[in-house]
C-alpha cells in the first residue's frame, strides 16, 4: 500500500532539518572520527562511521578519479577490517569521508586523526590530583622531525545533535609539554593538570601538537567537573545499607555510579548522560526507599527506569511511558520501542517530536524503550560481520537479552494485555524488530519496522503477524530494496500487512508523519491466544 501523501498522515515542523540531511550527514560522519571530536575513553562508535561513510558514498554515486580513489580506499578498509585493525579502519574512514566531503586530506587531519586523549576519570571531583595521557592509535604516514610541543588548555562546550562537541572561550591555559616522542603509540604522554579553580560544569580539554612551531594536530578529551562527586556517590552506595527490602530499585540508586565506572573503563562513551540529574534522580529514589516507599509505584507518565544485567556486570537504563489514566485494574496494551544505530533509549520518546508519547496517551499504550546493552547492539542480529568475532558476539547477545528483560520487567510490573504486545523499531532497530517477529512470533501482536532491512526467508516464520512497514524511497543509508523485498515475500504468503513507500523519503523523515498510522494499525490487531 503506497499513500499518495506520504507525510499527511502527521506533520513534521522541522522540514529544513530534512532539506539539509546530506550536508548533516557528512559532518557527523567526518566528527564521528576525527580525534577533534574524540570521546573520552572510549572511541567514537565505528559501526556508526562505517554506516555514515556507506550512506555519503550510496548518496554521491562517485565516479571518475573519485571512485577510483575510493575503490582503493575500500580494498585497504576490507584488509584492515579482516585483520582487525580498528585503528586503521578508523583511519581510512576518515580519510574516505574527507573526500566524500570534497575537503582536502592535509597532513594536520592525518595526524589529528590518529590522536586521542584518555584519562582514569572524565567525571571530575577536582579536588584530587588528575592526569590525561596523549596517544596514538596507529602510525600516521607523515613524516615529522625532531619532538613535539603538546600545550593543553580547557574550554568551555557546547553539544548538539547536529555538531556534536563544540568548543567555546577558552577557561584557561593548563600545561605545556615540550620534547615530547613523536611516537605517542610507544611513548603516551603524560600531562598533569590543575582543575582545582574551575565551577563545576561540563568542558573539554584540548590538547594542540607542533612541531617545530607548525601545528601538526589536536585531539580533545570532554570532561565534566563536580565538586564532592566521589562524596555523593559514595553516600548513595552507603545508604542503601539502611534500605530494607527493595532489592530490585536498588540499580535505581546505584545506576549514576555504574555509568561513570563504565565510561572511565571505556566501555561507553560519555554521550549525553546528564550527571547532576541524574544524580538528584539518584538520590529522591535513596530517600524514599529510606522512608519505606517504592517511589515509582503508581507512578504515571515519561520515566527513567534501571535495572542489573547480570551477565554484563552493568546497570542498564531504559524509558518507559505509562497512560496517566492507567490504574493497575484494566489490562493495557504495550509497545516494545528499539532505537537506531547511535542513538540511546530516550532516542525514540524524545528525538522524534513529542508524537510517539502524544500518541501512547491518547491510544493507551504502554510504551518501552530499552537500550539494548549498546548503541550499536543491534538486538540479536549482527549489523555488519557475518561470522562475528566473540566480542561483537557477546555484545549481540547482551543486546537481545537486555530488551527482553525489559520485556519481562514491565510484564510483571504493570497489568499487560498479552494479546496485544508490539513490537516496533527504526533503522538498526527496524531490522533488530523483523529479527525477533521471526525468532519469537509466538510473542507479538504486530511488528511496525520503518526504515530497516530483514531477510524474505524469515517471513514464513512470521506469517500470522500483522506488519506495518513504512520506508522512503530515497533512503540513502537502508536502501529502500530492504522492505521491499519483504514486502513482497508478504504479499506471496498472504501477510495481513500495510506498505508505506514515501516518495522522496530520507532514512529519517519518514517517521514521525506515520507514528500516527502505526497506533491505529495497532489498534486494529491483537494476538490469538490458545
Not at 590522536?115 to 592509535?137: C, F, M, N, W
Not at 540513502?476 to 521491499?484: F, H, I, L, Q
Amino acid at each position: 500500500m503506497r499513500h499518495k501523501d506520504g507525510f499527511a498522515r502527521g506533520r513534521w515542523s522541522a522540514r529544513s532539518f530534512f532539506s539539509a540531511l546530506p550536508a548533516i550527514l557528512a559532518l557527523l560522519a567526518l566528527l564521528a572520527v576525527l580525534a577533534v571530536d574524540a570521546a573520552a575513553q572510549a572511541r567514537p562508535n565505528l559501526a556508526l562511521a562505517r554506516v555514515m561513510y556507506n550512506s555519503m558514498k550510496a548518496d554521491a554515486n562517485p565516479k571518475g578519479e573519485l571512485k577510483a580513489q575510493l575503490d582503493a580506499l575500500d580494498k585497504e578498509l576490507a584488509e584492515a577490517n579482516a585483520a582487525s585493525r580498528t585503528g586503521e579502519v578508523r583511519h581510512l574512514l576518515a580519510k574516505g569521508i574527507a573526500l566524500l566531503s570534497k575537503r582536502e586530506w592535509t597532513d594536520t587531519i592525518e595526524f589529528s586523526t590518529s590522536l586521542v586523549l584518555r584519562a582514569e576519570e572524565t567525571y571530575v571531583d577536582p579536588g584530587r590530583p588528575y592526569a590525561v595521557r596523549l596517544e596514538q592509535i596507529y602510525v600516521p604516514r607523515v613524516v615529522l622531525t625532531g619532538s613535539l610541543t603538546v600545550k593543553a588548555a580547557l574550554y568551555n562546550t557546547e553539544r548538539s545533535v547536529l555538531t556534536g562537541l563544540q568548543l567555546r572561550e577558552k577557561v584557561k591555559d593548563l600545561s605545556v609539554r615540550e620534547g615530547v616522542s613523536r611516537d605517542l603509540l610507544d611513548e603516551p604522554c603524560r600531562i598533569d593538570l590543575d582543575l582545582s579553580g574551575v565551577p563545576d560544569g561540563a568542558y573539554a580539554i584540548l590538547t594542540s601538537v607542533s612541531a617545530k612551531d607548525a601545528h601538526v594536530g589536536s585531539a580533545v578529551l570532554p570532561v565534566e567537573i563536580s565538586r564532592g562527586l566521589g562524596a555523593r556517590l559514595a553516600a548513595l552506595e552507603s545508604g542503601l545499607k539502611d534500605v530494607k527490602g527493595f532489592d530490585a530499585l536498588r540499580a535505581e540508586v546505584l545506576y549514576p555510579a555504574d555509568r561513570i565506572r563504565c565510561v572511565n573503563r571505556g566501555l561507553i562513551e560519555m554521550g549525553a548522560f546528564k550527571l547532576e540529574a541524574e544524580l538528584k534522580a539518584a538520590e529522591e529514589t535513596l530517600a524514599a526507599l529510606k522512608a519505606g516507599r517504592d517511589p515509582f509505584a503508581g507512578r504515571t507518565g515519561g520515566m527513567k527506569r534501571h535495572y542489573l544485567l547480570e551477565e554484563a556486570g552493568e546497570i542498564m537504563p531504559y524509558r518507559l511511558y505509562v497512560p496517566t489514566k492507567y490504574d493497575g485494574k484494566a489490562a493495557y496494551p504495550m509497545i516494545l520501542a528499539l532505537h537506531g544505530l547511535g542513538a540511546t533509549e530516550d532516542s525514540l520518546l524524545d528525538d522524534y517530536g513529542p508524537n510517539f508519547i502524544r500518541l501512547a496517551e491518547q491510544h493507551g499504550y504502554i510504551v518501552a524503550a530499552p537500550l539494548g546493552y549498546r548503541v550499536d547492539g543491534a538486538y540479536g542480529r549482527p549489523l555488519f560481520e557475518a561470522d562475528p568475532d566473540e566480542a561483537l558476539r557477546r555484545k549481540v547477545e547482551l543486546s537481545e537479552k537486555d530488551i527482553f528483560n525489559v520485556l519481562a520487567l514491565v510484564r510483571k510490573g504493570y497489568k499487560i494485555d498479552e494479546s496485544r504486545i508490539f513490537l516496533m523499531g527504526h533503522s538498526m532497530g527496524a531490522i533488530g524488530t523483523w529479527y525477533q517477529g521471526a525468532k519469537h512470533p509466538e510473542i507479538w501482536a504486530g511488528l511496525a519496522p520503518f526504515s530497516g532491512f530483514g531477510n524474505p526467508a524469515t517471513v514464513a516464520a512470521m506469517k500470522n503477524i500483522p506488519e506495518f512497514v513504512v520506508h522512503g524511497d530515497a533512503d540513502p543509508t537502508v536502501p529502500v530494496a530492504g522492505s521491499r523485498t519483504m514486502v513482497a515475500e508478504m504479499k506471496k504468503l498472504g501477510v495481513d500487512h500495510v506498505y508505506i513507500e514515501v516518495p522522496g523519503g530520507n532514512h529519517l523523515n519518514v517517521v514521525t508523519p506515520n507514528l500516527a498510522a502505526m497506533f491505529d494499525f495497532f489498534d486494529k490487531h491483537k494476538r490469538k491466544i490458545p
